[in-house]
């Protein structure tokens, strides 16, 4: 799996280009990873099914096209770039023989079909998208040419079309750079096998608004936390970050056991005057926090374990959220925080005090895919957790 985390898309493309032309048994792993898909239950409910044709090192799709032209259940579609602007028309073809060199020297439906109507579909026409890509992530970032042609295709299609990526494994990376616009797969199928996308969960909030209680249900539905916080405390013990924080404020953040005394660091840190100081803690704590999400997120793609809920205090400040598919806002009316604040034996005034070195509580809902209230029973709340997880796995 290659390293991307450091990448910028125009080298990481560059990259994987080169490995998907210099692997060898490119026919073997194609037919392997097509026969994923024509095993896969996407494939057996599709009736309007959308294929491409393989481009030079693609991985090819004779096979789908093959099953789709046997199968009288099913309609063939491929693609046409009908303009430069990023448009692609998506035209039936009943054989082989009606395809023709069309934009940039790949096959497509020959022009007298493109001007047929009836063999011009709508992209919400579509049940099954069966989409190339230069590189993807498990958790179905697609890295496309650059062009965007599938990215607004993918805007236009309904909810219930099932987007599969077809790729090698030595196309599957880390993370895939990606922004607002950019769509994901449903699921990757490689020589391999059929890989569905990973769900990472990122949870919102204001401070003391329950966050570890709902990982703890998350937790109860099958998925594995990430606790950036206990990352950070734990670096906080290191020998060598110990060293660095007691260069900087004094020996006096320790405790009497020569660890680092939590409230006096907190005290520095949460100051109003001293948003230097908390901008160089988070500077010092953050890429170990990192890398060890970077090795949470390797073990899990190894496991298959597909929901993963990350849990970090500055999900949004720390940049976190493009790692998310979905980020949870917990709604905890601010009475309920400040008992819970007062659980943890803080000060009148320190909710207040931490809350303002945070993004306001608006800000992070204005994020969130999902918000899901706290102002009842656990029961209740527990209850709206299993709903969330139910929705996701619907969604598949």
């Keep these: 799996m290659s390293d991307s985390l450091n990448l910028p ?3 990481l493309r560059a990259e994987l280009r080169q490995k998907r032309k210099s692997l060898d048994g490119k026919n073997e792993r194609s037919a392997a ?10 494939w057996k409910v599709a009736r309007n099914v959308m294929i491409y044709v393989a481009h030079g090192s693609e991985t090819k799709t004779e096979a789908l096209m093959d099953a789709i032209l046997k199968d009288s259940r099913k309609r063939c579609f491929l693609p046409v770039c009908e303009d430069l602007c990023g448009t692609l028309k998506i035209v039936e073809i009943l054989s082989r023989l009606e395809l023709a060199p069309g934009a940039f020297g790949i096959l497509e439906p020959c022009e007298e079909l493109q001007n047929l109507p009836e063999r011009v579909a709508r992209p919400e026409d579509l049940d099954l998208i069966v989409a190339p890509g230069v590189g993807f992530d ?33 196309q ?25 996308r990973a ?31 206990r990352v950070a405390k734990e670096a906080l013990d290191s020998s060598k970050i110990k060293g660095i924080l007691v260069e900087r404020w004094g020996a006096n953040i320790l405790s009497k056991d020569g ?11 949460f100051a109003p005057e001293n948003a230097a100081e908390l901008d160089f803690l988070n500077r010092v704590i953050h890429p170990i926090v990192h890398e060890e999400w ?13 929901l993963r809920i990350l849990d970090a205090p500055l999900l949004l400040e720390a940049g976190w959220e493009s790692e998310c598919t979905q980020c949870v806002f917990i709604d905890t009316p601010l009475a309920r925080r400040k008992e819970f604040a007062q659980v943890r034996g803080w000060e009148k005034d320190e909710l207040e005090k931490r809350e303002k070195k ?28 299993e709903r969330f997880c139910a929705t996701l796995r619907e969604a598949e």
């Design 9 to 11: 898309k125009k080298a």
């Design 33 to 42: 990873a097509c026969r994923s898909i024509l095993a896969s239950k996407e």
């Design 138 to 170: 498990h958790c179905g970032r697609r890295l496309g040419q650059g062009g965007g042609f599938y990215d607004r295709l993918f805007e236009k299609i309904k909810k219930r079309t099932r987007v599969v990526g077809l790729a090698f494994d030595c």
């Design 172 to 196: 599957l990376v880390e993370t895939i750079p990606s922004g607002s616009h950019d769509a994901r797969v449903h699921a990757i199928a490689t020589e391999s096998g059929l890989i569905p």
């Design 199 to 229: 769900h990472v969960v990122g949870i919102l909030g204001g401070i003391a608004s329950g966050k570890s209680l709902v990982t703890r249900f998350f937790k109860d539905c099958g998925a594995v936390v990430f606790d950036a916080d």
């Design 259 to 269: 660890q680092i005394d939590r409230l006096a660091l907190a005290s520095i840190v």
């Design 294 to 306: 970077r090795k949470f997120q390797t073990s899990c793609n190894t496991r298959h374990q597909r």
């Design 358 to 385: 945070q993004l306001p509580i608006d800000e992070k809902r204005a994020h969130a895919t999902c918000v899901v209230r706290n102002d009842g029973t656990e029961a209740d709340l527990r209850e709206e957790i």
